[in-house]
Nanobody
Framework: QVQLVESGGGSVQPGDSLRLSCAAS????????MGWFRQAPGKEREFVAT????????NYGDSVKGRFTISRDNAKKTMYLQMDSLKSEDTAVYYC??????????????????WGQGTQVTVSS
């Protein structure tokens, strides 16, 4: 079973960049499809991005396309989310997640079996 720990959150201004990391321990990292989700106060958990086992396949939520980039380093058992051109509406708790159910749509939170505790991202002027 894999354990996930997010880091890299913080408070930034609109237009700034931030990189989140998700470090995995236990399990076989390369065997998991990985994803990022976020949840703002009073809102449902929202799909941000997903990446396939080797990193060759990626998908993004419409609200972050062209601004966020997901990547992974299987040797370091770490996944990343590079967030550029941040907007106030990106403010949320960001969660990383691991899925054992194969590649595909992967935009549903219930496709993922393992979750980190989350890291807060606040974008405000």
């Amino acid at each position: 079973q894999v354990q996930l720990v997010e880091s890299g959150g913080g408070s930034v201004q609109p237009g700034d960049s931030l990189r989140l990391s998700c470090a995995a321990s236990g399990g076989t990292f390369v065997g998991y499809v990985m994803g990022w989700f976020r949840q703002a106060p009073g809102k449902e958990r929202e799909f941000v991005a997903t990446i396939s086992w080797g990193g060759g396949g990626t998908n993004y939520g419409d609200s972050v396309k062209g601004r966020f980039t997901i990547s992974r380093d299987n040797a370091k058992k770490t996944m990343y989310l590079q967030m550029d051109s941040l907007k106030s509406e990106d403010t949320a708790v960001y969660y990383c997640a691991a899925s054992t159910t194969g590649w595909g749509d992967k935009s549903r939170w219930d496709d993922y079996q393992y979750w980190g505790q989350g890291t807060q991202v606040t974008v405000s002027s």
